[in-house]
Nanobody
């Protein structure tokens, strides 16, 4: 049984920072990542990481502002979000169970992942 539990969401002003955490149980390999979905929009990939060699890939909209990392000993993946913008407002979901696909931008597709958390809300006010 795979479980993903997200935490760390909240409300911040533009320019602020938040750190999201995703604790995984029953799963220890493959790719994990963060996705987000704003009201009325499709779910989009934000950042993904290989729990094997640490390879990462980011959506263009968050490059230079967000950093994904992992602690394999704790089975936890983090998303450090800096310089937040109102357009970052969304429900953020943790995903796991992704198998490597090339080119790496394919790792940002939600269909690549088998397991999903319940989500944590991030709201950025201007």
């Amino acid at each position: 049984q795979v479980q993903l539990v997200e935490s760390g969401g909240g409300s911040v002003q533009a320019g602020g920072s938040l750190r999201l955490s995703c604790a995984a149980s029953g799963y220890t390999s493959g790719w994990m990542g963060w996705f987000r979905q704003a009201p009325g929009k499709e779910r989009e990939g934000v950042a993904v990481i290989s729990t094997g060699d640490g390879s990462t890939y980011y959506a263009d909209s968050v490059k230079g502002r967000f950093t994904i990392s992992r602690d394999n000993a704790k089975n936890t993946v983090y998303l450090q979000m800096n310089s937040l913008k109102p357009e970052d407002t969304a429900m953020y979901y943790c995903a796991a169970g992704g198998t490597t696909q090339y080119p790496y931008w394919l790792m940002l597709r939600s269909s690549t992942y088998r397991y999903w958390g319940q989500g944590t809300q991030v709201t950025v006010s201007s």
